[in-house]
């Protein structure tokens, strides 16, 4: 939306919402709980590998109890990560049907016109 003109730059009025392309993007509140929950599901396998090192453990394992956590700690964040990525994926999904479906620009078929569009269908 920047123009050059003469060696200076110039930006352009953004464009009211109607205006504007319709986006899968998130909204930002979505995307801070995807990662609070990442965060949260994090600290919850760093507390689970912890403990299962330190239930089985008779000695000083203090090393093994961090490691322990650590590696629990990347697992479980991988996984909540990609849940997270996953819904918030579909929940663009869903908005950007229902804002073609409500616009009329697809009727009852829109859902299955994406799903031939994602299968490499010509529309």
Do not use: N, Y
């Amino acid at each position: 939306m920047a123009a050059r003109t003469g060696g200076q730059h110039t930006i352009a009025g953004v464009a009211a919402p109607r205006d504007r392309p319709l986006s899968a993007l998130p909204s930002r509140r979505a995307r801070a709980l995807a990662f609070t929950a990442i965060l949260a599901g994090g600290l919850c396998g760093a507390l689970i590998g912890s403990s299962f090192v330190r239930i089985q453990c008779e000695k000083d394992c203090t090393t093994a109890s961090g490691v322990a956590g650590v590696v629990g700690a990347l697992i479980a964040a991988a996984g909540v990560a990609v849940v997270a990525v996953l819904v918030l994926r579909a929940m663009g999904e869903w908005r950007r049907l229902a804002a073609l479906e409500a616009a009329g620009e697809g009727g009852d078929d829109v859902a299955g016109d994406a799903s031939r569009m994602d299968e490499g269908g010509d529309r």
